[in-house]
Protein backbone atom coordinates (compact mmCIF):
# COMPACT_ATOMS: atom_id res chain seq x y z
CA UNK A 1 0.00 0.00 0.00
CA UNK A 2 1.68 2.97 -1.36
CA UNK A 3 1.40 6.28 0.92
CA UNK A 4 1.74 10.01 0.37
CA UNK A 5 2.66 12.63 3.12
CA UNK A 6 2.81 16.11 1.87
CA UNK A 7 4.54 18.72 3.94
CA UNK A 8 5.69 22.43 3.30
CA UNK A 9 2.90 24.26 3.09
CA UNK A 10 2.28 28.02 4.53
CA UNK A 11 1.74 31.40 4.15
CA UNK A 12 3.87 33.50 1.79
CA UNK A 13 3.54 36.94 1.09
CA UNK A 14 3.06 37.55 -2.99
CA UNK A 15 6.42 37.11 -4.80
CA UNK A 16 7.61 34.89 -2.54
CA UNK A 17 8.53 31.20 -2.19
CA UNK A 18 7.76 27.69 -0.78
CA UNK A 19 8.98 24.15 -1.00
CA UNK A 20 6.20 21.24 -0.79
CA UNK A 21 7.51 18.04 0.04
CA UNK A 22 5.68 14.36 -0.74
CA UNK A 23 7.40 11.54 0.71
CA UNK A 24 6.12 7.80 -0.56
CA UNK A 25 6.68 5.14 1.55
CA UNK A 26 5.18 1.46 0.54
CA UNK A 27 7.25 0.11 -2.55
CA UNK A 28 9.09 2.07 -5.62
CA UNK A 29 7.47 1.61 -8.74
CA UNK A 30 9.46 0.96 -12.24
CA UNK A 31 7.29 2.92 -14.09
CA UNK A 32 5.28 5.84 -12.51
CA UNK A 33 3.75 9.31 -12.52
CA UNK A 34 3.70 11.40 -9.29
CA UNK A 35 1.81 14.55 -9.48
CA UNK A 36 0.64 17.57 -7.51
CA UNK A 37 -2.70 18.78 -7.90
CA UNK A 38 -4.26 21.81 -6.42
CA UNK A 39 -7.93 22.71 -5.30
CA UNK A 40 -9.56 25.85 -4.35
CA UNK A 41 -13.01 25.55 -2.14
CA UNK A 42 -15.59 25.72 -4.52
CA UNK A 43 -13.80 24.53 -7.80
CA UNK A 44 -12.16 21.15 -9.55
CA UNK A 45 -9.43 19.62 -8.49
CA UNK A 46 -6.39 21.02 -10.70
CA UNK A 47 -3.18 19.78 -12.13
CA UNK A 48 -0.06 21.38 -11.61
CA UNK A 49 2.74 19.18 -12.78
CA UNK A 50 3.43 15.86 -12.77
CA UNK A 51 7.08 13.78 -13.31
CA UNK A 52 7.10 10.56 -15.29
CA UNK A 53 9.61 7.56 -15.54
CA UNK A 54 9.39 4.94 -18.18
CA UNK A 55 13.01 4.47 -18.43
CA UNK A 56 13.62 8.29 -18.93
CA UNK A 57 12.43 10.80 -16.71
CA UNK A 58 10.11 13.23 -17.67
CA UNK A 59 8.24 16.53 -16.30
CA UNK A 60 5.03 18.05 -17.25
CA UNK A 61 3.72 21.49 -16.08
CA UNK A 62 0.19 23.60 -16.34
CA UNK A 63 0.41 26.65 -18.17
CA UNK A 64 0.06 28.67 -15.17
CA UNK A 65 3.09 26.61 -13.44
CA UNK A 66 5.66 26.55 -16.01
CA UNK A 67 8.55 28.91 -15.59
CA UNK A 68 7.64 29.19 -11.56
CA UNK A 69 7.28 25.86 -10.39
CA UNK A 70 9.32 23.07 -10.99
CA UNK A 71 9.21 19.47 -9.70
CA UNK A 72 11.92 16.60 -8.87
CA UNK A 73 12.40 13.61 -6.65
CA UNK A 74 15.77 12.53 -4.90
CA UNK A 75 15.31 8.95 -4.86
CA UNK A 76 17.44 8.30 -1.89
CA UNK A 77 14.80 9.70 0.07
CA UNK A 78 11.78 8.18 -2.12
CA UNK A 79 10.32 12.20 -2.27
CA UNK A 80 8.78 13.76 -4.63
CA UNK A 81 9.14 17.95 -4.29
CA UNK A 82 7.11 21.20 -5.73
CA UNK A 83 9.64 24.51 -6.18
CA UNK A 84 6.84 27.16 -5.84
CA UNK A 85 8.10 30.50 -6.87
CA UNK A 86 7.12 34.00 -7.51
CA UNK A 87 4.10 32.81 -5.85
CA UNK A 88 0.65 34.56 -6.38
CA UNK A 89 -2.82 35.34 -4.75
CA UNK A 90 -4.17 33.13 -7.18
CA UNK A 91 -2.11 30.04 -5.95
CA UNK A 92 -3.75 30.04 -2.91
CA UNK A 93 -5.19 26.36 -2.51
CA UNK A 94 -4.80 22.90 -0.85
CA UNK A 95 -1.87 21.31 -2.52
CA UNK A 96 -1.88 17.22 -3.25
CA UNK A 97 0.31 15.08 -4.31
CA UNK A 98 -0.82 11.64 -6.26
CA UNK A 99 0.80 8.66 -7.84
CA UNK A 100 -0.30 5.98 -9.96
CA UNK A 101 2.45 2.89 -10.81
CA UNK A 102 2.08 3.67 -14.63
CA UNK A 103 3.51 6.17 -17.18
CA UNK A 104 0.68 8.31 -18.12
CA UNK A 105 0.41 9.77 -21.30
CA UNK A 106 0.19 13.28 -21.57
CA UNK A 107 -3.78 13.05 -22.42
CA UNK A 108 -4.65 11.54 -19.54
CA UNK A 109 -1.35 12.98 -16.86
CA UNK A 110 -3.71 16.00 -16.26
CA UNK A 111 -6.98 13.34 -14.87
CA UNK A 112 -7.11 13.13 -11.39
CA UNK A 113 -8.84 10.14 -12.04
CA UNK A 114 -6.14 8.12 -13.37
CA UNK A 115 -4.20 8.18 -9.74
CA UNK A 116 -4.50 5.77 -7.27
CA UNK A 117 -2.90 7.11 -4.17
CA UNK A 118 -3.45 10.33 -2.90
CA UNK A 119 -1.93 12.30 0.38
CA UNK A 120 -3.88 14.34 2.62
CA UNK A 121 -3.10 17.62 1.35
CA UNK A 122 -0.99 20.68 2.96
CA UNK A 123 -2.56 24.71 2.56
CA UNK A 124 -0.52 27.18 0.59
CA UNK A 125 -1.79 30.98 1.35
CA UNK A 126 -0.55 33.59 -0.35
CA UNK A 127 -1.31 37.08 0.98
CA UNK A 128 0.28 40.16 2.03
Known amino acids: QEQLIESGGGWVQPGGSLRLSCAAS????????IGWFREIPGKEREFVAC?????????YYADFARGRFTISRDNDKNTVYLQMNSLKPEDTAVYYC????????????????????WGQGTQVSVSS
Open 51 to 59: LRWSGARHT
Open 98 to 117: AAVDLALITTTMRDPERYDY
Open 26 to 33: GRTFSRYT
